[in-house]
């Protein structure tokens, strides 16, 4: 069956950088992307961004340029989540997701969710 | 970039009732690139509903999307006790940046 299992908690101090895992099972990796999404505690969802697994093609939200960078290794199945210069609003569970791709490499919705990893940013 | 806005924020309803929650995006998503998701506590989002009205794989016929444009819905017929979750839209149309709405809780009155 389709499976996200993403790595586990994270406790980080302010200005450090994290990088969070997501092994995908049960399906051809390469014919879909992975979207990354942000929920802070207590709040909604948040895109953070995504990437194409067959090309390596992302597209990162504006607020997050230059402190993201989402990668996948296909020889293993996982695509990384890193991001850097962390403050303690980043406090938040990250979740990947399958996502599906049209014939222009364009993403469409998330079908398949992984658990999420919770991260805490504090000192 | 385009924003979501769903209503209510909370909606007290009790099981065996209908519910409507809705979705209006600040311009309109051609090809009803438009989907829902629920979530309960400490879960990750599950998707209900892809391109506006298209049921995903094992979700029940109780649940239903409509729309087109800028004004989408959700409707659940008749309430079970497992449906008492937050709701969220998402749009996927043209490029990336896309987007969530900010949720609409549905609890048990």
């Known amino acids: 069956q389709i499976k996200l299992v993403q790595s586990g908690t994270e406790v980080k101090k302010p200005g450090a950088s994290l990088k969070v895992s997501c092994k995908a099972s049960?399906?051809?990796?390469?014919?879909?992307?992975i979207t990354w999404v942000r929920q802070a505690p207590g709040q909604g969802l948040e895109w953070m961004g995504w990437?194409?697994?067959?090309?390596?093609?992302?597209h990162y939200a504006q607020k997050f340029l230059g402190r993201v960078t989402m990668t996948t290794d296909t020889s293993t199945t996982t695509a990384y989540l890193e991001l850097r210069s962390l403050r303690s609003d980043d406090t938040a569970v990250f979740y990947c997701?399958?996502?599906?791709?049209?014939?222009?490499?364009?993403?469409?919705?998330?079908?398949?969710w992984g658990q999420g990893t919770v991260v805490t940013a504090s000192s | 970039e385009v924003v979501l806005t769903q209503s209510p924020g909370t909606l007290s309803l009790s099981p065996g009732e209908r519910a409507t929650l809705s979705c209006r995006a600040s311009?309109?998503?051609?090809?009803?690139?438009l989907a829902w998701y629920q979530q309960k506590p400490g879960q990750a989002p599950r998707l209900l509903i892809y391109?506006?009205?298209s049921r995903a794989t094992d979700i029940p016929d109780r649940f239903s999307g409509s729309g087109s444009g800028t004004d989408f819905s959700l409707t659940i017929s008749r309430l079970e006790p497992e449906d008492f979750a937050v709701y969220y839209c998402?749009?996927?149309?043209?490029?990336?940046?896309?987007?969530f709405g900010q949720g609409t809780r549905l609890e048990i009155k």
């Open positions: 997701a399958r996502t599906l791709v049209d014939y222009s490499g364009r993403p469409y919705y998330s079908d398949y």
């Open positions: 049960g399906y051809t990796f390469t014919r879909y992307g």
């Open positions: 990437i194409n697994s067959n090309n390596g093609n992302t």
């Open positions: 311009q309109s998503i051609d090809r009803n690139y």
């Open positions: 391109a506006a009205s």
């Open positions: 998402h749009q996927y149309y043209r490029s990336p940046p896309y987007t």
